[in-house]
């Protein structure tokens, strides 16, 4: 049980917002957490529900989804391990503004909203921290807003291609192959166009060499050609605004 704990304790001291909490605290608040196991496809939490627990990822990877005005699903962001979720519904007390949808087999720590509002109360510390970890995720957020709002697919596509690259891919013969299998649905759920329009546009992609399809896995070919497509505002072909 004592090797448990320190684990949970190391856990938190990796989050940002509880790093300058004492050990003693990181104790404490280790033994608040509970655990939960999240199946690939399960919703810990839905858009318009109330946010009673801060969620911490352990393992796995799990899918921040909006809906918009038309109905339509948006992947907004990913969770994965040592990243969380709930601060700001727990502090303003509103409803969750987004879904929590498990892509793989997960594991979650939780922690209730009247433990984590008293550590806020013990720690000004963690207090600061908080107000900058929420900042940076408003500038985020602002900078998505002007992606959907004024880039062409192309250029969305691309950034996302990249960043998939950048995070997961896996050297393989001067290429990078990225590691999780991506729908072109969940793509498109991520870019806020269709699958439809996600497919043409990879393929627009694979003929120009930049990227490939190998095994359902996408391997980025030309990292520094997808650079350039975003530089110069996506295909030269490609009507403006939103799918």
């Known amino acids: 049980m004592a090797d448990t704990r320190r684990g949970l304790v190391e856990k938190l001291k990796d989050l940002p917002v509880f790093r300058t909490l004492s050990p003693r605290d990181l104790e404490t608040l280790a033994g608040r957490l509970g655990r939960r196991v999240v199946e690939k496809g399960e919703t810990l939490l839905q858009e318009g529900q109330t946010c009673d627990r801060f969620l911490i990822v352990v393992e796995g990877r799990l899918n921040i989804l909006k809906t ?4 339509r699903e948006k992947i907004v962001a ?17 409803r969750s503004n987004a879904t929590i949808e498990a892509t793989e087999r997960s594991v979650v720590l939780t922690l209730s909203k009247e433990d984590f509002v008293q550590t806020l109360l013990d720690s000004p510390q ?7 970890v929420m900042a940076g995720t408003i500038m985020d957020l602002s900078d998505q807003i002007q992606e959907v709002s004024f880039e062409r697919v192309s250029v969305r596509l691309a950034r996302l291609l990249v960043s998939l690259a950048d995070r997961e891919g896996a050297p393989s013969a001067g290429r990078l192959v990225v590691r999780h299998r991506y ?7 991520w870019l806020g166009a269709s699958r439809e329009t996600i497919t043409r546009m990879l393929k627009r992609f694979r ?3 930049l990227v490939a399809t190998e095994h359902r896995q996408l391997v980025v070919l030309d990292r520094k050609g997808l650079l350039s497509t975003i530089e110069r505002g996506g295909l030269e072909d490609e009507p403006e605004g939103l799918d």
């Not at 729908?183 to 759920?189: D, L, V």
């Open 68 to 71: 918009s005005t038309e109905g």
């Open 126 to 132: 963690m207090c600061f921290k908080l107000m900058q």
């Open 78 to 94: 990913e969770l994965w391990p040592r990243q969380h979720f709930g601060l700001a519904e727990i502090i303003t007390g509103r």
């Open 183 to 189: 729908s072109h649905q969940e793509m498109g759920r």
């Open 207 to 209: 003929d120009l060499g």
